[in-house]
């Protein structure tokens, strides 16, 4: 290996290292346990090197907010072409609330924190493992609104509509409301609710 490619190796691998790290502190001080000062002190380097990599703490939760989509892309693996479309839009939203609930930190960063979306708008960046999700959900509406026959129906406001949805799942579970205002085991609860909103949607809109 040459001393180019040692270079471009070491700096992906520091950089791979604090993203690492700085997930790590995530997971266990929140957000606001986060800075560009303890990362380095961890990795055992200067701040002046981490921002070599990374233009504040910003941008670096705007990358493991990326991580966080791919990681919840995995929870969606079992959902298959074959389906129908109704079936894939059910299957989506229960993927996606078993990441939101079993990922209590990735799911406040990539949907309830500020900060990644501050980056994005700062500096140009790119929403891209989030719309593919969402993209992807459009094209199901679309499928799902074909197929039914439901001409009134636009395919982004369906499923802008779905993703509210279950995000207001996610959080009214997380914050321990629902089960205050509904009586009923949350997993129960929240099967319900999906059942419901997809019936509502693609059996009674005339």
């Known amino acids: 290996m040459g001393t180019a490619e040692r270079k471009e190796r070491e700096k992906a691998e520091l950089k791979e290292l604090i993203l ?3 997930k790590d502190i995530l997971v266990k001080n929140g957000q606001d346990g986060l ?10 380097y ?6 070599l990599y990374f233009k504040d703490k910003d941008e670096i939760l ?10 919840m892309g995995s929870y969606m693996k079992h959902i298959s072409p074959d389906m129908s479309p109704i079936e894939r839009i ?12 079993e990922n209590k930190d990735w799911y406040d960063l990539m949907f309830n924190s500020e900060k990644p979306m501050k980056h994005i708008f700062d500096c140009g960046a790119e929403w891209n493992e989030g719309m593919n999700m969402f993209n992807f959900l459009v094209l199901n509406c679309e499928q799902a609104i074909k197929e039914n026959n439901l001409t009134n129906l636009e395919p982004q406001i369906l499923a802008l509509q779905l993703w509210s949805t279950v995000h207001g799942l996610v959080n009214l579970t997380l914050s321990e409301r629902m089960c205050i205002v509904v009586e009923g085991e949350p ?8 059942t419901s909103m997809l019936v509502s949607i693609f059996n009674q809109v005339k």
């Open 20 to 22: 690492k790290t700085a």
């Open 35 to 44: 800075s560009i000062r303890k990362i380095a002190s961890i990795v055992e």
């Open 46 to 51: 200067s701040p002046a090197t981490i921002y």
């Open 62 to 71: 705007h990358e493991l907010m990326e991580v966080g989509f791919k990681m």
């Open 90 to 101: 059910h299957k989506t939203g229960e993927a996606y609330i078993k990441f939101g609930l």
């Open 187 to 194: 997993n129960e609860l929240i099967n319900k609710t999906l």
